[in-house]
């Protein structure tokens, strides 16, 4: 890489100092968010095929070979329908709410590491900085709630920014554990501490966390069984009733965007990261030696992506207070707890991990 | 100009104007946004400073729980302007005088002339390697673990106060046992019982 | 570029008493949760066998000599273990008041208790601050248990009023407080205490240096003023002190002060002593205010409680004055007045609260009617506080004055003291008032003697007759509060 900023500095001498620097930037965002966009156009594809067949129907197959060209047709109807704006709705926040919500989505994706030295942004606190940035992603969907000026969307938000306060305590509790067994905040570097073989991952010691950390995925990323802010059968759609067009188009991509980086967070946390599930393992090692560390994290999420849609066919949604409940009155006691086992294990040494 | 000052006055520049439009906004949810603005700003002009984890926190606790809580509470009351604006008019001259001279006071005594840069060298840059985090834990749990103490003591106090104010234990409540809802199981609520029905005989 | 730690576990006895005690209230918190309704007077005995414990910890301590330690934010030093044996005593004492008055008015709850404990804790961090962030710290402690307090007679619009008013006010206070500090940190670079005087001290102060220091020290005296209730900062005091459960008004006019004077000490006397020409100015004209206001409006009120209220206001100009004088005699004179004037205030309101009955505040000073013709040992005991209220030998509060008023006039301030005495003798005047109503005036009607349990009265009879017994020894007691320096 340094040789090639080397050579294009050769070539374009004034190509330096804060120029460059943003300009590179500028260049690892549009290489990081274009196949994200992508991904998450087929991610809905996927989702509409995965619940078809599992629900004993085919899912969408009339746009182009078994509908592969669906999501694209998707996009070209939202994009060319009408934006309908609520009369009385405040428009600077209606319109600043979509916004405020992909921004985050995007902006997150900055510090992870998708193999060795492969990311945009190496932060020496990227684990905070997804914390961070991930809280303020809720602020789309209350100010959705709020400018639309209506009922549903209204009870909507506030269901919404209850949830997400409650579980965010809850998974930084459970990041907090990997953080202890790791040493450090940065997520190059929790990667590199499970290096050795599929025992090295985390989702061993830290199995319970693991498991909340997960659910508590599902309620960040407003997913069935847990999504009450939409809850079509009580509220409508929640804060996206009045949404039609792009503007609702930009959300969906959102929530979309947060639930593919949630997997992925879940496998560089628990799962090795970019490591290859045959490390340590003397022949298997080096025959897949040759496939890039950005296959295997792709695939380890692939499972964790798969899995939402799994969740969603199968359980029925879950009452607001239960929620609640769950974070304050299951989870939060056992991560607490097992803070407290992870800093017995660290003292004492137990398993390849510390 | 280096190109570090540029995005200090950039940053400033937005710090001050969200601040300003913050005060001045009639509306108390716009108002909020422009504080969260501030925020951010200040977190950029932190991070200038080399203090990346001050900025991240501020972010986290500010910007991601309590300015949520105040949008929901903003969301929750009916607040009436009017009422509010009812004696300001009355207080603004005397205000607006106290203000003035408070003002020009910290003035003399902030200004360049005591806290200039000839006055209080700036810091020196630290090395690329150095971690803000480290040095503010290690720093955190030996030297100031009293401190720190105390402050989780205040924490404990304001949970109890919270539920102290708030829980009414009176008798007559109604709550639902969620514990006991989710614990149930289908052989709980469903009795399954063969019944021999009779046949057109009666029999 | 890290600094070795300074964190040592062995020194951690010194801090012993304040390690229990946050203990203590961990374990009756939780403990309160499962005790049934029969049970719930548990809570109170252990919170009193908490404190007594912690007292018995803290009386250990005195004769230690001086440490330093929990990174130079702590200090263990024979004021901060005095302070904490007294305030322990005053906290029994009036837990043991509480008890009575929350039974009689419904208002016994667990979580009473532990905000108690939890605002001592709060005067002991205070008390043995030796840092700008562990005084502040310890006085939020403090201050936020003070605001719940208030506020745990929620049905009452009075005291949420109370609690609202107390809690805004005491915020602009702490922010004052925080604001002057942060100046002084600005200008010495250090929290510390010590480090503060060492530079403070030094001959080579820049005239720019001394400026932000006074800018920074106005502030302070200003915050400090607040949470002492002097005047021109009295707003809150009489109407906290009327909004508030008398059980809590009592705890918040007795204990807290002690805590602020140990903090008045520590950043302005033990931090800041180098200013002392400065400070004692603001603390003289703050101390005629209070000694003036206190005196005269509390000639116009009608509620005891009120007219407590401004009788501490005056009380406080005193303890002020006191320090005004910029000697070690008047510190001294000054710290035996603030607790005679404990030992005082928790009698008074003791008597108050001996009198409740259910559903029934003697709050008025028209309750206190023909109070000599049907509970004599009562008026006896009031007659006892107001008299010695009002300075009058051989009562121990005619030397807490006369102890203030030597060491005024023997430091030149011939004027003040004049101004001071005059305002005692107006002051006089409303005590008086009291025992009249008591002794010279019918009741309107013919009240039945209460009947209280026997603890209360054991303990307010006690309090009321050290007032005169203390009075007969004052040499003693003013001899170890200078020790404290």
């Known amino acids: 890489m340094i040789a090639f900023w080397q050579w294009i500095h050769a070539l374009i001498p004034w190509f330096d100092g804060a120029i460059a620097t943003i300009v590179i930037i500028l260049i690892k965002a549009i290489a990081l968010v274009m196949p994200l966009m992508l991904v998450v156009a087929y991610f809905t594809y996927a989702e509409r095929k995965v619940i078809g067949y599992m629900q004993l129907r085919v899912g969408p197959n009339r746009v182009g070979p078994k509908g592969w060209l669906q999501p694209i047709a998707d996009a070209l109807k939202l994009m060319t329908k009408e934006i309908i704006f609520p009369s009385k709705a405040n428009i600077y926040l209606f319109l600043l709410a979509p916004v405020l919500a992909i921004a985050p989505a995007i902006a997150i994706w900055a510090v992870i590491p998708f193999d060795e030295g492969m990311y945009v942004a190496n932060l020496d606190i990227s684990l905070l900085y997804v914390l961070a940035i991930g809280s303020v992603g809720v602020y789309g969907i209350i100010l959705a709630g709020w400018a639309s000026n209506s009922k549903y969307p209204l009870l909507g938000a506030l269901r919404s920014a209850s949830l997400l306060v409650s579980y965010e305590i809850v998974i930084g509790f459970a990041l907090v554990t990997v953080v202890m067994i790791a040493g450090s905040v940065n997520l190059n570097d929790i990667v590199m501490a499970q290096k050795g073989s599929i025992l090295n991952w985390y989702w061993i010691p830290l199995f319970p966390m693991m498991i909340i950390f997960f659910i508590s995925a599902l309620v960040e990323t407003n997913r069935a069984p847990f999504d009450v802010v939409e809850g079509e059968s009580e509220i409508v759609g929640g804060t996206h009733v009045e949404y039609s067009g792009m503007t609702f188009a930009v959300f969906f991509l959102a929530e979309y965007a947060n639930m593919i980086f949630m997997a992925v967070l879940a496998v560089i946390l628990f799962f090795g990261g970019w490591h290859s599930p045959f490390e340590g393992i003397a022949y298997l090692e080096a025959g897949f030696a040759w496939v890039p560390g950005i296959i295997w994290l792709l695939a380890k999420s692939t499972f964790f992506m798969f899995l939402y849609l799994w969740i969603r066919a199968t359980f029925p949604r879950f009452r607001y207070d239960q929620i609640m409940r769950l974070s304050w009155k299951v989870f939060l006691p056992w991560t607490i707890v097992w803070i407290f086992v992870v800093a017995l294990m660290t003292q004492l040494k137990i398993g390849p991990w510390f | 100009m280096s190109f570090d000052q540029i995005l200090f006055y950039v940053f400033s520049f937005w710090f001050i104007a969200a601040s300003l439009a913050m005060i001045f906004s009639r509306n108390a949810a716009k108002a909020v946004l422009f504080l969260i603005l501030a925020f951010f700003s200040a977190a950029s002009i932190w991070i200038l400073l080399e203090a990346e984890f001050l900025a991240i926190t501020l972010i986290l606790v500010y910007v991601g729980a309590v300015m949520v809580l105040f949008l929901f509470v903003i969301k929750m009351l009916n607040i009436d302007k009017s009422s509010l604006r009812a004696k300001f008019a009355s207080y603004l001259p005397l205000g607006l005088i106290v203000a003035a001279i408070i003002a020009a006071e910290m003035a003399l005594v902030l200004g360049n002339n005591q806290f200039g840069l000839e006055m209080m060298a700036a810091p020196a840059r630290h090395a690329a390697d150095y971690s803000n985090i480290t040095v503010l834990a290690l720093q955190l749990y030996t030297d100031y673990v009293y401190p720190f103490e105390l402050a989780a003591v205040l924490l404990l106090i304001a949970i109890i106060a919270a539920i102290t104010l708030v829980h009414r234990n009176e008798g007559n409540r109604k709550t639902q046992n969620i514990a006991e809802q989710v614990s149930v199981k289908a052989k709980d609520r469903v009795y399954l019982v063969s019944i021999t029905t009779p046949n057109k005989e009666g029999k | ?485």
């Open chain 3, 1 to 485: 570029m890290i600094n070795t730690p300074l964190f040592d576990t062995t020194s951690l006895m010194a801090a012993l008493p304040e390690i229990f005690l946050l203990s203590a209230i961990v374990v009756v918190l939780l403990l309160d949760l499962f005790l049934t309704k029969p049970f719930k007077q548990v809570t109170y005995y252990l919170t009193q066998l908490s404190l007594l414990t912690t007292g018995v910890l803290a009386f250990n301590l005195i004769g230690e000599p001086e440490t330093i330690i929990l990174g130079n934010s702590f200090i263990l030093d024979d004021m901060a273990s005095v302070f904490k044996v007294f305030m322990m005593v005053a906290a029994m004492v009036a837990m043991v008041y509480s008890r009575h008055y929350l039974l009689q008015h419904s208002l016994f709850r667990g979580e009473y208790f532990v905000l108690v404990m939890l605002s001592i804790l709060g005067m002991m961090v205070m008390v043995s601050g030796h840092s700008l962030l562990t005084l502040y710290l310890g006085l939020e402690i403090l201050s936020l248990s003070l605001y719940t307090l208030i506020a745990i007679a929620r049905n009452r619009a009075g005291a949420v009023e109370a609690a609202l008013k107390y809690f805004v006010l005491g915020a602009i206070a702490s922010g004052l407080l925080l604001y002057g500090m942060s100046m002084i940190y600005g200008i010495s670079g250090s929290l510390n205490i010590s480090e503060i005087a060492v530079f403070a001290n030094s001959a080579t102060l820049a005239s720019r240096e001394v400026l932000i220091i006074n800018f920074g020290l106005v502030f302070l005296v200003i915050g400090i003023a607040f949470k002492l209730g002097a005047v021109p900062f009295h707003m809150w005091v009489p109407d906290v002190y009327q909004g508030a459960p008398t059980s809590v008004t009592m705890f918040i006019s007795t204990v807290p002060k002690i805590a602020a004077v140990a903090m008045l000490v520590r950043l302005l006397i033990d931090g800041l002593g180098a200013m002392q020409p400065y400070w004692s100015d603001l603390f003289t004209v703050l101390a005629i205010l209070s000694i003036v206001l206190g005196s005269i409006v509390a000639l116009l009120q009608t509620n005891i409680k009120r007219l407590l209220a401004y009788s501490t206001i005056s009380h406080i100009g005193f303890v002020l004055l006191g320090f005004a004088t910029g000697v070690i005699t008047g510190y001294g004179a000054a710290v035996f007045y603030i607790l005679v004037y404990v030992l005082m205030s928790l009698a008074a309101f003791g008597v108050i609260i001996l009198l409740n009955k259910k559903g029934f505040e003697a709050d008025l000073i028209s309750d206190y009617k023909g109070l000599s013709a049907h509970s004599p040992w009562s008026a006896l005991m009031m007659l006892i506080i107001m008299l010695s209220m009002a300075g009058i030998p051989p009562f121990i509060g005619f030397y807490a004055k006369l102890f203030i008023l030597q060491q005024v006039i023997s430091s030149g301030m011939i004027t003040v003291a004049i101004i001071v005495v005059v305002f005692a003798v107006i002051s006089a005047y409303y005590y008086l008032q009291i025992i009249k109503s008591m002794y010279f005036e019918d009741g309107d009607e013919a009240q039945e003697s209460i009947p209280a349990p026997i603890d209360i009265q054991l303990v307010v009879s006690i309090n009321a007759v050290l007032i005169l017994v203390v009075g007969l020894f004052p040499d003693f007691w003013m001899q170890l509060a200078l020790s404290l320096f």
